[in-house]
């Protein structure tokens, strides 16, 4: 980094760039592909089955990429239910 | 059986109906025939892009209603024998397109041409639907830009959910061809660079056209700029696209920054 870099004013592509991945993430769970909210509701109602979950602690993250998509759901299952379930 | 390519983007005023003259043309140039279909019901402006806009006669929907025959339709260029036209209809409405016209429309020059480019509309209704109903490759304009980057994206989701080649549950294949692209304001960093647009969009890369005073010069003379000003360097940059969409393997050439005598004094610091 040279010491120019101190005295420029900062550039707005990243945050275009930023702003666009948080939005494009967004929107593509939400309406991007049917399959994806299918699978969704389909893989949470198999682990409501078992445990309670809180719809406000499940992250849906879904990633594309040139060949495949991966689909990431990250769900929050507190203590006192896995007990319940045990 | 020749393929069909749509260019499409979402967003209006990126540069569709530019790309697909200068496509259509340079694929013509190489020998190719090719046709470009105008799905602008309403708003055509391929033929004025492509200097034909005083011999339409007959339009797409004349052909799909019956008043017309395809070859009647059909305006062959001036400069390149294998590049024709089938323009769009100023006057009528886009209800006049049907899918089953369409469909008739497209598989009857599949027959006769190698290329068949279709040049969406704007939006995500109906016209722009039936551009790429059909298509086997998509061509995705995008400008380095917030707006037509997010509706490139919302595109992308159309072409593999709503093309006959999704339904079939095969992969469509689309590129990506960046348009306006201006090097010195994406170095700055006050632009989306090339790598930004790819990572967020994830589709391949078909070409970058530079932002270039020559693009509106061969639109202004109702020319493709590949025959406007074939050494320009976005003439150059749709060549090396179209040498790319018929299957050759060559890596994307980034456009050269403009720089003046200042620039030029300036430019290792700048680095």
Known sequence: MSIFNLFRKPTSAPMARERLQVLLAHERAAQGSDLVAILREEILAAIAKHVQVDAEKVRIKVDRDEHVSILEIDVEIPRDAQAMAA | MGKVLVVTSGKGGVGKTTSTAALGAAL???????????????????????????????????????????????????????????????????????????????????KHFDWVICDSPAGIERGATLAMRHADVAVVVTNPEVSSVRDSDRIIGLLDSKTVKAERGERMEKHLLLTRYDVTRAQRGDMLKVEDVLEILSIPLLGIIPESADVLKASNVGAPVTLADAKSPAAQAYFEAARRLAGEELPVSMPEEKRGLFGKIFSRRAA
């Not at chain 2, 279909?37 to 033929?47: A, E, K, M, S, W």
């Open chain 2, 28 to 110: 013509a140039q190489t020998g190719a025939k090719a046709v470009v279909i105008d799905f602008d019901v309403g708003l055509r402006n391929l033929d004025l892009v492509m200097g034909a806009e005083r011999r339409v006669v007959y339009d797409l929907v004349n052909v799909i209603q019956g008043d017309a025959k395809l070859p009647q339709a059909l305006i062959r260029d001036k400069r390149v024998e294998t590049l024709y036209l089938l323009p769009a209809s100023q006057t009528r409405d886009k209800d006049n397109l049907t899918p089953e016209g369409v469909e008739w429309v497209i598989t009857e020059l599949k």
